[in-house]
């Protein structure tokens, strides 16, 4: 199934021009920071909140996708994950299915981007109503040139919710 946007089928977006102001605001409020090996300090502002019927995926980005500057962390959860504190091992399952790191780097001659995916991490997350937080995430895994890769940080996101007011 495809992610849908929270305004997906809400009649207080469908009806707004009927209606007046609008009474849905698809922001999505958060912040990611972490310390990165061998690199700058990741923290962002922009987040992105995804969900289907059976995954969440979080994103934060800096700087502009296009830009040589581009860096973003992503998350991919089960739909139904709860608080807890969770290991990640790449294709061993359960409920935190994929953490990245992706960036923009030189490669003969040419800036490309390239994405590391994590082998090994951890998750201790906190999820009251629809705010979910990381106190801690960490991740490991292989940059473009092989060399070790390892992330340690935090997040908060506040995902947007569609007001059914009229």
Known sequence: MALHHPAYGNPAVICQKFLGSPSFNPRTSGELKADVLDRDVFDAHEMTFASSHKKIVITADMDDFGSIGHRSVAFTLDVNIQSGIYLFKRGAGGPVREMSYTECVKNNGEYVYHLI???????????????????????????????????CGDFIINPPHASFNY
Do not use: K, M
């Open 117 to 151: 995916q994590a082998e090994v991490g951890s998750l201790q997350l906190s999820v009251v109503e629809s705010c979910y937080s990381a106190r801690l995430f960490t991740f490991d895994g292989c940059d473009h040139n092989n060399e070790p890769f390892e992330i």
